[in-house]
């Protein structure tokens, strides 16, 4: 029987989708040299500090409600699920963004065509999750997907090898998320989202002044980074319980979690560009170049899909193990 899903989780990752775009075009831009306002370097600095935890989170918690890899039958067969259908993602879209920034100038990371030959080692631009997330999935394939008492102890001594001076090399990344990971597969959204509201406004204003703090006084270490990454995501929860009721927040947060793989995958490609171009032409308003990175990182990449979504060749490289299911279920008949 096809689990349900949930909705409330659903417009969390499109939060998550929005924060991610959004944080990658302030940060392209200040880069690239456009002048940037003082609050701007703020938000971009706060951002950073929980919105991927906030994707890795509801990954280990989507991971547990879907019934972890015992869902799949055995190990072996979670596993190579996942190896298809992040592996391939990766490999194909990691090997564009390269080619695409070894032959265009203006771009702010540059890359060399060999680094193909080491995406297995080291990932490259946003692709590091994929990779990150496939290592944990491994890891907790483990341990039973049902046990908590378990998830507690394997989060708790991940965490703590994250903490370490030592050199983690290939692991190092998916050590840094395993926290985020960890809790999502034993921390109940339902009990958070059901707090009273004086709670949740108090967990906001603590937030943001944590943030003030955080980003302006404490030096960021292993400790605070990942305490403060952690409030940022029960303040994500927080925040999305209080729009729960916004029939337009919701709608939009639900089309960008449908939408959230691709314009994951492919936002960069095309903010940079965009970016690229309009400094070209003489256009560098900061604002302006915000909301049209924003448009262009989202909107395009849900044009592309709809138009795409009758070339299985295309969407296999998107949704690997869904088209083959298609494709049999078609011959079936």
């Known amino acids: 029987m096809e689990k349900k899903r949930d909705s409330f989780v659903d417009q969390l990752k499109g939060l998550a989708c929005f924060l991610v775009v959004f944080g990658h075009v302030i ?55 996942k190896l298809l259908n992040i592996g391939i993602p990766y490999f194909v879209f990691s090997s564009i963004y390269i080619l695409i920034n070894s032959i265009t100038s203006g771009v702010n990371n540059s890359s060399s065509i ?7 080692r080291t990932p490259i631009a946003q692709y590091w999750f994929l990779h990150a997330l496939f290592i944990l999935f491994v890891i907790w394939s483990i341990i ?25 090399g290939i692991f190092a990344s998916s050590m840094w998320m395993s926290l985020f990971f960890g809790l999502g597969t034993v921390v109940n959204i339902k009990k958070i989202r059901e707090w009273p ?27 605070t980074s990942r305490f403060f990454a ?18 337009c927040v919701e709608k939009c947060m639900l089309v960008l979690n449908r939408y959230s793989f691709p314009i994951y995958l492919l ?9 690229i171009v309009l400094l070209k032409v003489g256009v560098s308003n900061y604002l302006l170049h915000v909301l049209l990175g ?37 011959k079936s008949y």
């Open 294 to 330: 924003i448009i262009v990182g989202i909107g395009i990449p849900i044009i592309g899909m709809n138009v795409i979504k009758n070339c299985k060749i295309l969407l296999f490289i998107f949704y690997p193990s869904s088209t083959i299911m298609r494709l049999r279920k078609n």
């Open 230 to 247: 952690v409030q940022g995501i029960v303040m994500s929860i927080v925040a999305v319980s209080l729009l729960d009721k916004c029939d």
């Open 114 to 120: 060999s680094d193909i030959l080491m995406l297995w």
């Open 27 to 81: 940060i392209g831009i200040r880069e690239a040299g456009i002048p940037t306002p003082k609050s701007m370097v703020f938000v971009e600095e706060y951002i950073w500090t929980f919105h991927v935890p906030l994707f890795m989170f509801l990954s280990g918690y989507v991971y547990r409600l879907t019934g972890g890899w015992e869902a799949k039958g055995t190990r072996k067969k979670f596993l190579l699920n």
């Open 144 to 168: 039973p997907g049902g046990g908590k008492t378990l998830n507690v102890i394997l989060t708790t001594i991940c965490t703590f090898v994250s903490i370490m001076p030592i050199n983690l």
């Open 197 to 223: 509201l004086k709670i949740k406004n108090l967990i906001i204003i603590s937030q943001v002044l944590g943030a003030i703090f955080f980003l302006n006084i404490i030096s960021e270490n292993a400790i």
């Open 267 to 275: 936002h960069t490609i095309f903010t940079a560009g965009f970016r």
